[in-house]
């Protein structure tokens, strides 16, 4: 046993030169990946990090995560920056800390497998653009999904970590699945497959100290290579359990800076240099420098990042993760999308659904992408499902999982469950067992030759093909094909304080905007509507800017039987057919008459409505097609996963509103069929 079993005082000299501990603790820093991930929604900008750069490469850590997770997706939907210039732009100011990207196995950075050739394309340009330490997880656990990229890692020399992501079935560590020999069995294959490091991925702060230590004990017991610990702040446990990891043996560990730390972030690294000072473990740091970039953080970058903060609440650890042993993230994104649904209130049912159709789906970790595949068929059982039918719409993701698209569950799916997923499905109906890879066609000769004259380079066309739809927008703003819209432009440090004073100003009540512009003539179209406020009443006046409001046949939903596609597997959305919200029916005694409804004009139609919110991937018919129910006429990503929408009748399209990679909002009108 190596004397770090044990932490001791090893010396009273605390100054900035004392002498370094015979072992401390490694550190990396989170701060320009998982940092604002966690607190930013990944909107962190590489202009923002440039003006600590050089410091923070001067604090010591042993490595700093820089890449990879949701970076590459947000940069170039988002913040209109290419992903790869990241890292070659923090490489000039970041000269000795080695940069770790967060590579999800097969998934590289996004939420499906690709194909072996973009597979191994993906690692090398990584490498060749800078990244020295290659964090791979798999969401399954599952690790024929590294057989592809860690051969690569390895033969370019670069320093491949092996992930277990860390999950529960209960409130601690046990049960059927998740207990102690399941992490050593883990550790193993890892070691196995060549490891440089091994890290315990405690994605959604679950990990207890008491836990922590078990684990980290064991492994360092049971394995060679050093073990590393990455544990979310989410539950408030991770600062007890860095401790306790520490106090086991544990090698390497995750922090932050401060102003990036703790919420659903990680751990502080201040706190835990001052822990540790005198120790046999002291980290080295210097906790004055530390301090001096903590302060340009604060003053310079920060404020432009406040309003992504959620300030929708006080405490800054969420409860529920400790009652429902699911990650944060996916807590929130399962609040917002019911939000955007209308059916908050239904947020108890899907509490209590959760751990039903995790189970059914075999009991797999709870992370990117699993963590969206279970949180949205979820949702979708809570909505959609009624006393006759469960999983009533399956969304393709859970289809594919069923096939064993992702990997092996860790307990078998529910075979009903998994029969009805593969009912129809594209790929086959028997479910397969070899490494999910292996089914996936090469995809890079095709995404060439989709942006042969737009991509100007090899790294432009892996931007392609991870991301077919926003990577092809990208590079269009990238290339001034198409101007790039304001909401992806950076906002400066004045604006953002102008900004912030304007709404300082309305918070106190001292703004009142004086509507300078005359009000508009009154039309015919004038409707009156009454307005009750509890025991107020208002009278309201509403003419539609821009003459007449369409008013569209309203059908009655079809019946809940569902058509199934002959390619797409059964269930998708039920599409709303409603009439759009203009449509409201006018008050019977209105001064003026509502304009009579204009159903005889517009004939036979019925509009299709977005059930959800989302991004249109594409259309599968155009207009002037012809389509019969049920037939697949949008493909509409909702959360990360994509959903073929069924015509709502038969007819013709008449009018498509929107085009690939516009977003829409629930009930939108995604097109009309007469
Ligand atoms: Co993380």
């Known amino acids: ?89 923090l490489k000039r100011y970041i000269k000795k800390t080695p940069f770790s990207m967060l590579l999800r196995a097969q998934n590289l950075v996004g939420y499906r497998n690709y194909a072996d050739d973009v597979a191994t394309a993906f690692v090398e340009r990584s490498v060749a653009n800078g990244i020295d330490i290659f964090r791979t997880f798999d969401a399954l656990n599952d690790y024929r999904n590294f057989e592809t990229v860690v051969p690569v890692i390895k033969k370019s020399g670069k320093h491949f970590q092996g992930c277990i992501c860390y999950s529960l079935t209960e409130p601690r560590m046990g049960g059927e699945v998740y207990d102690l020999d399941y992490y050593i069995r883990k550790a193993k294959d890892l070691e196995a497959m060549n490891a440089d490091s091994i890290c315990i991925k405690d994605m959604a702060g679950l990990i207890a100290p008491y836990d922590v230590y078990a684990v980290v004990k064991a492994l360092k017991g049971a394995v060679k290579p050093p073990i590393h610990l990455h544990s979310h702040f989410t539950s408030g446990m991770s600062s007890m359990s860095i401790l306790k990891a520490i106090e086991a043996g544990v090698d390497i560990v995750d922090t932050c800076m401060t102003p990036y730390a703790f919420r659903t972030s990680h751990a502080a690294i201040e706190p835990l240099v001052m822990a540790l000072l005198g120790t046999n473990r002291d980290t080295g740091f210097d906790i004055k420098h530390l301090g001096g970039i903590n302060e340009i953080l604060e003053r310079d970058i920060l404020p432009k990042y406040k309003h992504l903060l959620d300030d929708t609440k006080i405490s800054i650890i969420d409860i529920n993760v400790l009652l429902h042993q699911t990650p944060g993230g996916m807590l929130s994104n399962l609040v917002n999308q019911l939000r955007e649904m209308d059916a908050l209130d239904k947020i108890d049912a899907v509490y209590e659904e959760l751990p039903k159709v995790r189970k059914d789906l075999g009991q797999i970790p709870l992370v990117t992408p699993t963590s969206q595949i279970v949180g949205i068929q979820t949702v979708n059982n809570v909505l959609f499902d009624d006393e006759n039918e469960r999983y009533k719409m399956i969304t393709d993701q859970v289809k594919d999982l069923c096939y064993g698209l992702y990997g092996t569950t860790a307990i078998p799916i529910n075979p009903q ?101 005359d009000a508009p003539p009154k039309s015919e179209n004038l409707r009156t509507f009454n307005v009750f406020v509890e025991d107020e009443h208002f009278e309201i006046g509403v003419d539609e800017v821009g003459g007449l409001s369409r008013v569209y046949d ?34 019977p005694a209105a001064p003026k008459p509502a304009p009579a ?77 007469a």
Not at 568 to 584: C, K, R, Y
Not at 609 to 637: C, F, N, S, W
Not at 639 to 654: D, Q
């Open 1 to 89: 046993m190596s004397d770090h079993n044990q932490v001791k005082i090893t010396s009273m000299n605390y100054s900035e030169d004392r002498p370094s501990a015979k072992d401390p603790v490694k550190i990396e820093d989170l701060t320009f990946r998982d940092g604002h991930q966690s607190i930013f929604a990944t909107r962190g900008r590489t202009e923002d990090m440039i003006p600590v750069a050089e410091r923070m490469d001067e604090v010591g850590f042993w490595a700093m995560e820089i890449w990879g997770g949701a970076t590459f997706d947000t940069m170039h939907r988002f913040l209109n920056e290419d992903p790869w210039e990241r890292i070659r732009t």
């Open 554 to 587: 309203i059908r009655p939903m079809p019946a809940q039987e569902q058509v199934v596609s002959p390619i797409t597997a059964p269930a998708p959305a039920p599409p709303v057919v409603q009439a759009p919200p203009q449509a409201v029916p006018p008050k």
């Open 597 to 673: 409804p204009a159903a005889a004009e517009s004939g036979d139609e019925t509009s299709m409505i977005a059930p959800m919110p989302g991004m249109i991937v594409r259309y599968e018919k155009q207009v002037e097609d012809t389509v019969t129910e049920g037939e697949i006429v949008v493909i509409l990503e909702a959360m990360k996963m994509e959903n073929a929408l069924p015509a709502p009748a038969n007819g013709t399209i008449k009018e498509i509103n929107f085009g690939v990679g516009d977003s829409v909002a629930k009930n939108d009108v995604l097109c009309i069929i």
């Open 417 to 517: 469950v998994q029969k009805k997923a593969l009912s129809g499905y594209h790929r086959g109906e028997e479910p397969i067992n070899c490494r999910p890879a292996e089914v996936l066609e090469p995809e890079l000769e095709k995404a060439k030759e989709d942006v042969s004259g737009l991509a100007a380079d090899f790294d432009d066309t892996l931007i392609y093909a991870l991301y077919p739809v926003t990577g092809k927008r990208f590079l269009k703003w990238k290339y001034g094909k198409d101007e790039v819209p304001d909401e992806v432009k950076p906002k400066t440090l004045e604006a953002v304080k102008v900004e912030q004073k304007l709404i300082q100003k309305a918070k106190a009540g001292q703004l009142v905007e004086k509507n300078e512009k």
